[in-house]
């Protein structure tokens, strides 16, 4: 067990250091600080054109939903970018548990996702006319939390696709474009058509934003908590069946001889 | 070089270009996939607010923000790609000038924005019944096409600019959402803080949507339009053969030429 979590933790932790040596603050700051800041006035100025909902609709939905960009292109990047540097022979012929190596990685994710949206919330709280009770943060704050979480089990999933797909960024890309539109981001699930609100329910995010604007508008976490447990279980779903694909490319990819081959 | 082989290298490398961004996955999905998202995205708005009829406005606007996504993208980091694929050096070295080889390229990651005009107006007809008519297509036939032009010169001063910076691809992941807001593509001008309207004067975006609504809604001319859009388009061509110049010039005086 101990050897398990050296694995999650540490592993995580080289792992991110290793697959993201290119960061730099000039990048970090702006794809995931920039980009948010614009994103979130865009659509609350979009959303003042077209009278649709109130600014705080906007500013809680995109504030939520911008987590998404480290859990999903980061998750899918950690995963699939062992595959294109070239490394995905040596971990897998280490003996580490599969399950430590597959969950650590998602770690740093969670917490740069974390920190996206808090930076959204206030820029929301400076910028726009977003003003929560100072009561509602720490709840506000686990709602993100379980969002990310599940967002980032999410990009486990794309990011397992990728150890066979040959252009799995696509996918990703197209991903986080779709979620913006069904995911009640920034149009409520009831004004989408039946279909379209179906396959929101089913992604995570939907019902995470759901719990967080609950939350932002004065409700308990009680009043909220069913949303909050089906966020959880959609990202726990998406974790297993993300972890089941893995194990399954890697048997695959060794049985063909087949793991960093495009 | 005379008109002839000049006018062949610059139809060459614009069909060139052309054909390989549409054999990309990724701009396949910022100039069609991600503007049809959008455009859905602002049908919904559109449709529970309390504003109506503008259904066409939203599929004009989504439409350009495609054009542009695709010229900041493809452009933005022109000249670091040929740096990465090796072909930077031949480039600069071929008898033909710089200026010539970049213009097609930065001209056809604007027309494949053309791709998001249709996409958008095909799918807000299709599925929202967007009404297609327009107030004047022969000014709309006009616009269109001096928009894509003068994006593709404002493609140039990107190319040649963001050469400097070392990650451009980031960069161009924050001026994505910035242009779209402040050149009105979507959100009124009159909706943002009045200094806005002094960066919008300057980018030619907000002058493409403003002489493509004209035309397609009439009211009034949209020459007026047509017509900034083309002087924008000339200076940015101005502004990036200085630019450029001084890039070449730089990088054969430091040797940094290949340097990525």
């Known amino acids: 067990v101990i050897a398990a979590l050296r694995v999650f933790f540490v592993g995580g932790v080289i792992s991110y250091r290793a697959l993201f040596n290119w960061i730099r603050p000039g990048i970090y700051v702006t794809t995931m600080l920039g980009s948010p800041l614009f994103q979130i006035l865009f659509f609350t100025y979009l959303g003042r054109y077209t009278h649709s909902e109130s600014e705080s609709f906007f500013v809680v939905g995109n504030a939520v939903q911008v987590s998404s960009m480290s859990a999903i292109y980061g998750m899918t990047m950690g995963i699939a970018n062992e595959r294109q540097f070239g490394t995905l022979q040596p971990l897998l012929a280490t003996p580490a548990n599969r399950l430590a190596v597959f969950a650590g990685r998602s770690l740093p994710f969670v917490a740069n996702g974390l920190i996206v949206s808090a930076f959204g919330f206030g820029i929301g709280r400076l910028l726009l006319d977003f003003h929560p009770a100072a009561r509602s943060l720490p709840v506000l704050a686990l709602v993100v939390l379980v969002t990310t979480c599940s967002c980032t089990a999410f990009g486990l999933l794309i990011g397992s696709l990728g150890l066979r797909a040959r252009d799995v960024f696509f996918g990703a890309n197209l991903v986080y474009f779709v979620m913006l539109l069904v995911c009640g981001v920034n149009v409520a699930n009831g004004d989408l058509p039946g279909w379209l609100a179906a396959i929101g329910r089913s992604l995570p995010l939907t019902h995470g934003i759901q719990a967080a604007r609950g939350i932002a508008d004065g409700a308990a976490l009680g009043d909220v908590s069913r949303l909050v447990v089906v966020e959880a279980l959609i990202g726990l779903a998406y974790g297993a069946v993300a972890y089941g694909l893995f194990r399954l490319f890697e048997a695959e990819g060794r049985r063909r001889a087949s793991l960093e081959t495009f | ?260």
């Open chain 2, 1 to 260: 070089m005379t008109d002839e082989p000049m006018l062949r290298l610059f139809y060459a490398g614009w069909l060139f270009h052309l054909k390989n961004l549409t054999n990309s996955t990724f701009f396949l999905l910022i100039a069609v996939l991600q503007p049809i998202i959008f455009a859905s995205i602002t049908f919904f708005m559109f449709e529970s607010g309390s504003r109506g009829g503008t259904l066409l406005y939203a599929a004009l606007g989504a439409g350009l923000m495609g054009i542009w996504s695709s010229t900041l993208f493809g452009s933005g980091g022109a000249i670091q790609w040929q740096r990465w694929q090796g072909t930077l050096e031949i480039l600069i070295a071929a008898p033909a000038p710089f200026l010539l080889v970049l213009v097609p390229l930065t001209l056809a990651t604007a027309s494949i924005g053309l791709y998001s005009i249709c996409a958008t107006l095909a799918w807000g007809r299709i599925f929202f019944s967007v009404p297609l008519h327009f107030a004047h297509p022969f000014q709309l036939a006009v616009a269109l096409p001096t928009t894509v032009l003068s994006l593709g010169m404002l493609g140039l001063v990107l190319a040649s600019t963001f050469v400097l910076y070392r990650h451009a691809t980031a960069f161009s992941n924050l001026l994505e959402y910035p242009v779209w807001l402040v050149t009105g593509l979507l959100v009124p001008l009159s909706l943002l803080p009045g200094w806005v309207s002094w960066i919008a004067w300057t980018l030619a975006p907000s002058w493409g949507i403003r002489a493509i609504r004209a035309a397609a809604f009439g009211g009034s001319s949209a020459w007026p339009e047509i017509g900034m859009c083309a002087f924008l388009g000339v200076a940015y061509l101005g502004a990036g053969w200085l630019c450029l110049r001084n890039f070449e010039r730089l990088a054969r005086e430091r040797a940094t030429l290949a340097l990525t």
